[in-house]
């Protein structure tokens, strides 16, 4: 706990990621300034809520901006206004500064009092008005995470919400899948893809968690994990201290956490049916070879999104 005027100590650097935090950095002077928007995309475990987080820590620390947070949830994802219950209920205690009409709009939307659901652009006038009155003090960040799950009502109203933060000091900053679709509009919002680590800073990441792992399986890892940083921390899980020390060989295919298999099934569940067909066939050859290579060749176009 820091003693009174303390100063928080600098978040540490993300492994790889100097040139998306500068454009992160530059998105929140700005927010914090005259309002803006950013969308994070890349495929899952590859760091986006990494960098989000970093970002909400930066924003809080060195700008003394207020944070709101909000993750999608599939489970959530039919449920009209939940993300936007997540995120502006703990700013829903007091509304009495707010005309009545936004102050109706907003109550209703959040659960508040019953009433037929509130027209967008009515709400999203309301959820302006309510920003604009929070950041006079204070800079406002708000954090979407997982936006692709995130349910149509809360991302088609704050996607009206995003185009419109100009003047607001209030800045909104989302992630999302990039072979996922949602609700939320985001053509006009300035993007920032995330890449796989390259191979240097992938195995530097490795040496930084577990300097002991013998140099074999740090390379083996890193050329299983494709940059990716979820995968690399969780190819290094799943192993014993043996095979982490080179004292046992590492088997033909390295083991999955349950996190690795849920991070797999979601990148082959979004490839066509085809595709899907030729790597099940790949994964249950054992050997033979000739027979797989000749459906392989014959069908290189169905191969290509994999």
Same mark, same amino acid.
């Not at 969308?39 to 495929?43: A, D, I, P």
């Not at 595709?275 to 249950?284: E, K, N, P, S, V």
């Given at each position: 706990m820091?003693?009174? +005027?303390e100063?928080?100590p600098?978040?540490?650097?993300?492994?790889?990621?100097s @040139?998306?935090?500068a454009? &992160? =950095? /530059?998105?929140?002077?700005? @927010?914090?300034?005259d309002g803006?928007?950013l969308?994070?995309? +890349?495929?899952a +475990?590859?760091g986006k809520?990494a960098?989000?987080?970093?970002?909400?820590?930066? %924003? =809080?620390q060195d700008?003394? $901006?207020?944070?709101?947070? &909000?993750?999608?949830?599939?489970? !959530?994802?039919?449920?009209?206004y @939940?993300?936007?219950?997540?995120?502006l209920?703990?700013?829903?205690?007091?509304l009495?500064?707010?005309?009545?009409?936004?102050?109706t709009?907003?109550e209703? %939307?959040l659960g508040l009092?019953?009433g037929?659901?509130?027209?967008?652009l009515l709400?999203? *006038?309301?959820?302006?008005?309510?920003?604009?009155?929070l950041s006079? $003090?204070a800079? &406002?960040?708000?954090?979407?995470?997982?936006?692709h799950?995130?349910?149509?009502?809360?991302?088609g109203?704050? *996607?009206?919400?995003?185009?419109?933060l100009?003047? #607001?000091?209030?800045?909104?900053?989302?992630?999302?899948?990039?072979? !996922?679709?949602?609700?939320f509009?985001?053509?006009?919002?300035? !993007?920032?893809?995330?890449?796989?680590?390259d191979?240097e #800073?992938?195995a /530097?990441l490795?040496?930084e #968690?577990r300097?002991?792992?013998?140099?074999a399986?740090?390379h083996?890892?890193?050329?299983e994990?494709?940059?990716?940083p979820?995968?690399?921390? !969780?190819?290094?899980r799943?192993?014993? %201290?043996?095979q982490r020390?080179?004292a046992?060989?590492?088997p033909?295919?390295?083991?999955?956490?349950?996190?690795l298999?849920?991070?797999?099934?979601?990148?082959?569940?979004a490839?066509p $049916?085809p595709?899907?067909?030729?790597?099940?066939?790949?994964?249950?050859d054992?050997?033979? +070879?000739?027979?797989l290579m000749?459906? &392989?060749? $014959?069908?290189? /176009?169905?191969?290509?999104?994999a």
């Open positions: 820091l003693a009174p +005027g100063a928080a600098p978040s540490p650097p993300l492994a790889g990621r @040139a998306e935090m454009v &992160v =950095d /530059a998105f929140l002077e700005q @927010a914090a300034t803006a928007a969308v994070v995309t +890349g495929e +475990g590859i809520s960098l989000l987080a970093l970002a909400a820590r930066r %924003a =809080d700008r003394g $901006a207020l944070v709101r947070h &909000v993750a999608g949830a599939e489970f !959530e994802a039919d449920l009209s @939940a993300g936007l219950h997540q995120l209920m703990a700013d829903a205690a007091d009495s500064s707010l005309s009545a009409p936004h102050r709009a907003l209703t %939307a009092r019953t037929a659901p509130p027209e967008r709400l999203t *006038s309301a959820i302006l008005a309510l920003l604009q009155q006079a $003090a800079p &406002v960040l708000l954090v979407l995470d997982d936006v799950w995130m349910d149509r009502a809360t991302a109203v704050l *996607s009206l919400v995003a185009r419109r100009q003047g #607001t000091r209030t800045g909104m900053l989302l992630a999302q899948r990039d072979t !996922e679709e949602s609700f509009d985001r053509s006009t919002i300035p !993007e920032l893809r995330v890449s796989p680590l191979d #800073t992938a /530097a490795l040496r #968690t300097p002991d792992l013998h140099t399986v740090r083996r890892i890193v050329a994990a494709g940059g990716n979820l995968a690399i921390l !969780e190819l290094l799943a192993l014993t %201290a043996d020390s080179g046992d060989a590492l033909a295919s390295l083991p999955l956490t349950v996190r298999r849920r991070l797999f099934a979601d990148r082959v569940t490839l $049916a595709t899907r067909r030729l790597l099940l066939l790949a994964a249950l054992h050997g033979a +070879g000739a027979a000749r459906v &392989v060749a $014959a069908s290189e /176009a169905d191969l290509e999104p």
